[in-house]
């Protein structure tokens, strides 16, 4: 299947995004199903944002634009034409892709650290302990929330939304009627590790949310198991009696299949079956970590992007290496 023509093939049906941006990707997500086109927006340390269109047979680099600070997070509106940014100066900003103009619709006192439509309001998660919900066709705040802690990850899905905090807290909300609290526990595992990322998904009639955190395991949370979590090892590996531990920097559901997606420090993505009790597919070792990962809202592909993560320190930071963002289809029986 040769789905992109003509762009660079890194390894077997991987394909490279052109003109990608000059720092480590910090966000990434596809438009989603219900968009007018296919495209993939990317975020990046160097304050751009930036889209692709995905056609049948080329990468298309459409537009660009530059914030005032680090995009920490992204989301699509329904139609496709617009996206939003969560940073970190703490603004929430609308662009308009038709007439690539930026709007401020939002500020946090601190850096914005998620942002998720939930049309017509946005809802978006801050590192000054608020989860706070807009309206921007008016850009006015319509309701806010305290966390106990800084905001390290959320998400959205349905009617439910889940945050993780820095003082490893998981706080789960219904929509429905609210914002309304549902649930507080904590994250967990080790107390020494942190949470990286959260996925909520629907398995059968229970809603969970897993849990991505750097000490190379994910944990499945739900209300109905506030205390009993299930440990998932994921990016570990014994090298001559020795357990190398890389960070889980993102957890991906695919909203179609339900087969679940992990990257991580150790430049290594993984597919799951929908309970994360077994590996379909595992990549071969990238030269960089991968820092963000998205799924198409059509579940068709997979997007992974390679850049420093600063997990080894400073001193392995090298600017000469630049990072890539590939797609591949999101298949569980092509060698990766």
């Given amino acids: 299947m040769n789905q992109f023509g003509q762009p660079k093939q890194t390894q ?70 617009k996206v ?4 970190s100066s703490g603004q929430v900003t609308e662009w308009d892709l038709e007439s690539n103009q930026l709007r401020k619709v939002g500020l946090h006192a601190r850096a914005a650290r998620t942002c998720h439509w939930v049309g017509p309001y946005l809802a978006t998660t801050s590192w000054d302990k608020s989860i706070r919900f807009w309206d921007p066709r008016a850009a006015i705040e319509l309701t806010r929330m305290e966390l106990p802690d800084r905001s390290y990850a959320a998400d959205v899905l ?23 609290e549902q649930g507080r526990m904590k ?40 205390t009993v979590s299930f440990p998932i090892r994921c990016h570990r590996r014994e090298n001559s009696g020795i357990l190398d531990v890389y960070a889980v ?29 077994s590996k379909l597919l595992e990549s071969k070792v990238h030269p960089q970590p991968i820092t963000k990962c998205a799924i198409s809202g059509d579940g068709k592909l997979f997007a992974y992007a390679l850049g ?11 600017s000469s290496i630049k990072p890539h963002i590939f797609l591949r289809p999101f298949e569980t029986n092509v060698a990766a």
């Fill in 308 to 318: 420093y993560d600063w997990s080894k320190g400073h001193e392995y930071s090298d």
């Fill in 249 to 277: 920097n993102e957890v991906k559901v695919n909203m179609v299949t339900q087969h679940i997606a992990t990257v991580g420090s150790d430049g290594v993505f993984c597919f799951w079956d929908s309970q994360m009790r």
């Fill in 187 to 226: 994250s967990p595992g080790e107390s020494n590790t942190q949470v990286r990322s959260v996925a909520l998904h629907q398995n059968r009639d229970l809603t969970s949310w897993l849990i991505a955190k750097t000490n190379g395991m994910v944990f499945d949370q739900s209300m109905a198991h506030r």
């Fill in 12 to 81: 077997q049906q991987d394909y490279e995004l052109p003109n990608p941006p000059n720092d480590t990707i910090s966000a990434l997500e596809f438009s989603p199903r219900s968009s007018s086109w296919n495209a993939i927006c990317a975020g990046s340390w160097d304050n751009t944002v930036r889209i692709w269109e995905v056609q049948a047979d080329r990468l298309v680099p459409k537009v660009m634009n530059s914030l005032e600070g680090t995009p920490f997070d992204l989301t699509w509106n329904d139609s496709g034409n």
């Fill in 158 to 180: 349905n009617d439910v939304a889940v945050v993780a905090c820095g003082d490893r807290s998981i706080l789960a909300y219904t929509l429905r009627g609210g914002p309304v």
């Fill in 84 to 87: 939003y940014l969560s940073d």
